[in-house]
């Protein structure tokens, strides 16, 4: 059966996997050409992912590679305003999911912006008051399992069983937002590269499909990440082919959402999996 999700008073398909394009108002991303801090450049890579595919741009004003460094709240929201003002004026159909984990900056997205989806790397763990918030809001939210802060997640990856802990980790911040009152809809996001070593990104990578228990949408998201660079001994910047290849396998096992800097390459690679899938389909 097609997953879907209610944005907008409508149902959003999942029949055919989608890509999500990732706009960094940051200065400090670690993949630099993915950063935009003036209004033409977010204008351009906004527009440029729009017409290479995307079906979402993710907003984010802070940086949350390994070790990276504590933005304010205030500097937050400022950067995410000013983006989110210019893609509202000039894509005003486009759907938008902000990348934070404060419940200030979700609550202004969606109150001033109204922004679609609430994508919160920390599954509630890094502002109390997060998963109250959302639950007010009720946009759909992305769900992602990590541990401890952007600063301190490389050394906290010591599981009993990888794939049971995320399993539990996810059961139990659904129930806890069911019980708050959330009735939106919610997106699993593993988490590749947060609190994970390259092992165990690649283990859960290959135990994808364990998570359609759920019944949830899948976000997956390994755009030119450390678990590729590790294995060729490429850097973020050559990192495409590798980025590709993760992909592919992870629409293979069903991945729903791409969420990627390079759309274009992306896309293709959905068209390409969502040809064998209707072949399969059709028989």
């Known amino acids: 059966m097609a997953k879907n999700i209610v944005l907008r008073g409508n149902f959003f398909d999942f029949s055919e996997p989608i890509a999500m394009a990732i706009i960094n108002i940051t200065p400090n991303s670690f993949f630099a050409e993915s950063r935009c801090n003036e209004e033409k450049a977010i204008v351009e890579h906004a527009e440029k992912a729009i017409s290479d595919g995307a079906k979402i741009l993710d907003i984010g004003g802070y940086s949350t590679r390994p070790n990276a460094d504590f933005v304010s709240e205030d500097e937050e929201k400022q950067r995410v305003s000013y ?33 679609d989806i609430i994508n919160d790397i920390s599954g509630g763990m890094l502002d109390e008051k997060m998963f109250e918030t959302v639950a007010k809001i009720n946009r759909p939210y992305i769900l992602m399992h990590t541990r401890g802060t952007p600063q301190e997640m490389q050394n906290l990856t010591d599981y009993d069983d990888l794939v049971a802990d995320i399993l539990k980790y996810f059961a139990e ?42 019944n949830a949408p899948m976000l997956v998201g390994v755009s030119r990440k450390s678990m590729i660079n590790n294995v060729l001994g490429t850097t973020p910047a050559t990192a495409l082919n590798g980025t590709t290849v993760l992909n592919t396998f ?5 991945a729903d ?13 959905i068209k390409i999996i969502s040809k064998f899938n209707f072949l399969s389909n059709a028989k």
Do not use: W
């Open 250 to 254: 992870a629409l293979l096992n069903g």
């Open 83 to 115: 983006a989110l003002n210019i893609i509202r004026k000039k894509f005003p159909d486009v759907i938008i999911s902000v990348d934070t984990f404060r419940a200030k900056v979700a609550e202004m997205a969606v109150n001033q912006y109204d922004a």
């Open 173 to 214: 911040k659904i129930e806890k937002l069911r019980n708050l009152g959330f009735t939106s809809d919610i997106i699993l996001d593993l988490g590749f590269g947060f609190a994970k070593t390259t092992e165990q990104n690649y283990l859960l990578m290959r135990n994808i499909k364990a998570f359609e228990c759920f």
């Open 257 to 269: 959402i791409l969420r990627i800097h390079d759309v274009k390459e992306a896309v293709e690679a």
